[in-house]
């Protein structure tokens, strides 16, 4: 099974995303598998039977998106070289989506830029983080605010890496295959509420057509200037939740969730979505064990950490909000007041 991504505007970063195709992988030069010490213990040797190399190495960073920082990148980039790594390299982002950005940044930098391959081990980097070429860090100011366009020279998305997916990251995933759908296909929402994302078929289904949809943007839009900024539904919201909470106690998805239903409930009030919609979202969220409710937290200081976002300008914020189930709005122009007033109905504990 493989979907493509044919970018418009710059062809030469065409690339095949192949889903359950992982076979064997000739390199005849130096290459690097960037993972981590929980990835390499449950699958490092899986990898390693498919991938024949002139030589192979293997760079592990700690765990977790509180290591996803400069402090990783300049141990991936030592290690590059001290091994001696050159333009001809290739280095292979083996995990989530942490790994997955700080590969992809790191092989964007080294030496103005390697190929670098990704394999997602986590259904939230299968389905979004490793398609589409965005790399990055974080830093005190924010949430992947140091990176770069980079597209990797292939995807291969594994289905049995998440047979030992913990509960909480498989529904992380599930957050940002639900985003996807509720901004561009109404049939695809109509889908994931009947089916059931734990049987190995209907998750295999909607693995493929949330990349198809992933991949359709980003051909149109590779450096987000325009429709590719609508996949950061939930997010703008997600990534203030993160930043303060410290990246400590919500999954990337789990915030994405939560940003999902303030996303929601802002549509509500400016008219975009009925509370029947914004329900139904709340409940597919909810059957998989996701967070929608942020409580006890200053509404001021939440409003101001927006406009460390990227996608703030001008002294603007801009919202991507569901325009029903299936379509969207990109609203640039939202009253303070009305803002905050979402923002205190969820810090009072009435939604959720």
Known sequence: MQVSIDFIKSEANNYTIYIDELE??????????ITNPKVA??????????????????????????????ESIDLILESLFNHRFDRSSKIIAFGGGVIGDMSGFAASIYQRGIDFI?????????????????????????KNLIGAFYQPQAVYIETAFLDTLPPREFGAGVAEIVKMAVTFD?????????????????????????????????????????????LNYGHTFAHVIENMTRYAKYLHGEAVAIGINMANHLAMQLGLLS??????????????????????FDILS??????????????????????????????????????????DKFSCGEVG
């Open 118 to 142: 990704q394999i997602p081990t986590t259904l939230l980097s299968q389905v979004d983080a490793s398609v589409g070429g965005k790399t990055g860090i974080n830093n005190h100011f924010g």
């Open 41 to 70: 213990g449950l699958h490092l040797s899986t990898l390693l039977r498919t991938i024949n190399a002139k030589e192979l190495y293997i760079i592990t960073v700690p765990d977790g998106e509180a290591y996803k920082n400069q």
């Open 275 to 296: 509370e029947e919609e914004s329900k139904r979202i709340e409940r597919l969220l909810k059957r998989y064990d996701l967070p929608t409710s942020y409580e006890d």
């Open 186 to 230: 109404r049939s695809f929402f109509k889908w994931l509420e009947s089916a059931d994302l734990h049987q190995k078929e209907d998750l295999r289904y909607a693995i493929k057509r949330a990349v198809e949809i992933k991949a359709d943007v980003v051909a149109k839009d590779e450096k987000e200037q325009g429709v590719r900024a609508v």
């Open 24 to 33: 064997k992988l000739e390199f005849d030069t130096k290459v690097a598998i």
């Open 302 to 343: 939440f409003y101001d950490h927006f406009f460390l976002d990227k996608k703030s300008k001008m002294d603007q914020i801009k919202f991507i909000l569901p325009q029903g189930i299936g379509e969207y709005k990109v609203v640039d122009s939202v009253d303070k007041a009305l803002v905050l007033k979402v923002l």
